[in-house]
């Protein structure tokens, strides 16, 4: 028996457009890795701050150096997962984050010289809070762009989707159209025309 290859044609071109939906996460999926460590970046630098503001009322030493020891940890997290975070790069040129960071880690180097001489304690942990402010600040601005930006190009891509989807379908259509007026004047297995065909063309030879 004949294959029906039209019928293929347009299930294929229906399997399609179901399969474009999708894709449309993966247009926009660097956006939202670039959101991974946004969350976690934050908490860090809750944590910081809260531990250099307790530093000044602190007289144990070792409490000291193992609180800076947890600030510095922290600081390797934040420079490791929202600094160097490759897609997070764009953003953080832009908003000239690496350099308030720079600015930040030399605040927390100068309090642990502070801590360790057991001088100025309180001055350099009131430059190491408002680094941590302007920091945060700064951070929280980016975030709420990547989010606007992630926005943005998910209804773009959406946009992009439905209109190729209904053009899609038009064409679907069209194909369907023009395959019905195919096979009302031809056999489908054997490819001759048909008994319709054949009065048509009679009554308009007749007309003439």
């Known amino acids: 028996m004949k294959k029906d290859w039209s019928a293929v044609r347009i299930t294929l071109l ?5 399969a474009l939906m999708p894709l449309n996460y993966y247009f926009i999926k660097g956006s939202f890795k670039s959101m991974r460590n946004d969350a976690a970046t934050m908490n860090y630098l809750v944590s910081i701050n809260g531990v250099v503001q307790a530093l000044p009322s602190e007289d144990n030493l070792s409490i000291k150096m193992r609180a800076m020891k947890e600030i510095y940890l922290s600081l390797e997290a934040i420079e490791d ?7 997070n790069r764009e953003y953080v040129t ?8 720079v600015l930040l880690k030399e605040a927390h180097q100068k309090l642990e010289k502070s801590i360790e001489n057991n001088i100025e304690i309180k001055v350099t942990a009131t430059e190491v809070s408002s680094e941590i402010n302007s920091f945060s600040k700064t951070a929280q601005e980016m975030m709420l762009y990547k989010s606007e930006m992630t926005l943005n190009k998910l209804y773009i891509s959406l946009a992009l989707t439905m209109l190729l989807i209904i053009i899609l379908i038009f064409i679907v259509r069209t ?3 023009l395959q019905f007026n195919k096979h009302t004047i031809h056999d489908h297995v054997t490819g001759l025309y048909n008994k319709k065909y054949f009065e048509s063309v009679l009554q308009n030879s007749k007309e003439l």
């Open 81 to 87: 997962k929202f600094i160097n975070f490759s897609p």
């Open 94 to 101: 832009l908003f000239r984050a690496d350099e308030m960071f």
């Open 175 to 177: 194909y369907m159209r």
């Open 14 to 18: 229906l399997y399609f457009i179901v």
